[in-house]
Nanobody, 122 residues
Framework: QVHLVESGGGLVQAGGSLRLSCAASGPMLSTYVMGWFRQTPGNERDFVGFISWDAGRTYYADSMNERFTISRDKDKNTGYLQMTNLKPEDTAIYYC???????????????WGQGTQVTVSS
């Protein structure tokens, strides 16, 4: 069982940056993958990217890797989503999640954080 707690969301002006954190309690096995998703009202959760916990291999949805960077600190059991040059269309609730394999769809993710709101003003 893995419990995820996100932090770092907030209000930022367009062009600004935010770093979201996802602290995991419970064993983050070497085979786990930490993914990031975002969701706007009335829409499904969209895949942002993931990182393999052991090797730190990353993969991003199209257009996400230009401004978003995913990393993790194994010693702190924490993952990060660094977002730069934020745009109003990035406004969403951002979620971290853990899966047992490299997957880009939310159905494959077993554990989820509570979500953190990111609002980008123009």
């Amino acid at each position: 069982q893995v419990h995820l707690v996100e932090s770092g969301g907030g209000l930022v002006q367009a062009g600004g940056s935010l770093r979201l954190s996802c602290a995991a309690s419970g064993p983050m096995l070497s085979t786990y993958v930490m993914g990031w998703f975002r969701q706007t009202p009335g829409n499904e959760r969209d895949f942002v990217g993931f990182i393999s916990w052991d090797a730190g291999r990353t993969y991003y949805a199209d257009s996400m890797n230009e401004r978003f960077t995913i990393s993790r600190d194994k010693d702190k059991n924490t993952g990060y989503l660094q977002m730069t040059n934020l745009k109003p269309e990035d406004t969403a609730i951002y979620y971290c999640a853990v899966a047992r394999a490299l997957r880009t769809t939310s159905d494959w993710y077993d554990y989820w954080g509570q979500g953190t709101q990111v609002t980008v003003s123009s």
